[in-house]
């Protein structure tokens, strides 16, 4: 069979149809990632949108029975959303906190069932009032931590720490060589002194490796 018999053949139709749609789901998730780091490069926390297998890994610390709320911290694309929403049972609520206004329109586009707040992640406790929420189960968090200030690492650090139920968990991830930098080392000194328990996992599938903060047990 030649190439363009192929292409008609009805047997590899079904095939080339679901590559066609990922190719084209994958250039749109790069294309508002790169958009929004060229004009804001300290808004984004990685080079490039996150692996499946980053989206696995950060998914564990979701509940997968009952009503649960799950708050993401700078969503980006959605490169770990799609993770996230495959774990949650229904009748859960999952929340991105987004500043990036290109972000925002490419969440709302492509991850309707996301509920999309554009704000910035500081403003945590007061968004959650406003949509109702008490507690949440699990913060996930994305933002570029190495890159901020200590004052802003601590504001945000203590509004998901109280926003979090006993049980709940916080994780943040960073690219593995960030955590050596002095912004990555003060980010895992201010959660040592924010939760009980700070556990590290590295995904080496995903270039470069990824860095896991699990986080439990806020000290109150």
């Not at 079904?14 to 790169?34: I, N, S």
């Not at 890994?57 to 009952?66: E, L």
């Not at 050596?180 to 959660?191: A, D, I, S």
Request: charged share 20%; aromatic share 6%.
């Amino acid at each position: 069979m030649t190439p363009q018999q192929d292409r008609h053949d009805p047997r590899t139709a079904p095939w080339l149809d679901r590559a066609a749609q990922t190719a084209t789901r994958k250039l749109g998730e790069y294309g508002a990632f790169f958009r929004t780091a060229v004009r804001n490069p300290r808004m984004v926390g990685a080079a490039t949108p996150t692996s499946a297998a980053v989206a696995a890994t950060v998914a564990q610390v979701v509940p997968t029975t009952g009503s649960p709320v799950v708050v993401e911290l700078g969503p980006g694309t959605g490169s770990l959303s799609n993770g996230i929403h495959e774990r949650l049972p229904h009748g859960a609520r999952h929340i991105g906190i987004e500043l990036g206004e290109g972000m925002v329109e490419h969440l709302r586009e492509h991850k309707p069932w996301l509920e999309v707040v554009h704000a910035d992640a500081g403003d945590l406790l007061a968004l959650l009032d406003k949509l109702g929420i008490a507690q949440v189960d699990a913060v996930i968090s994305s933002i570029p931590w190495s890159l901020m200030p200590g004052d802003a690492q601590d504001h945000v650090l203590h509004q998901a720490a109280a926003a979090l139920s006993p049980q709940g968990a916080f994780t943040a991830l960073t690219y593995l060589p960030a955590g050596q930098t002095p912004g990555g080392r003060r980010f895992r000194n201010r959660l040592e002194h924010v939760f009980d328990e700070v556990l590290t996992h590295t995904t080496w599938r995903n270039v470069p490796p990824i860095l896991h903060y699990i986080c439990r047990r806020p000290l109150r």
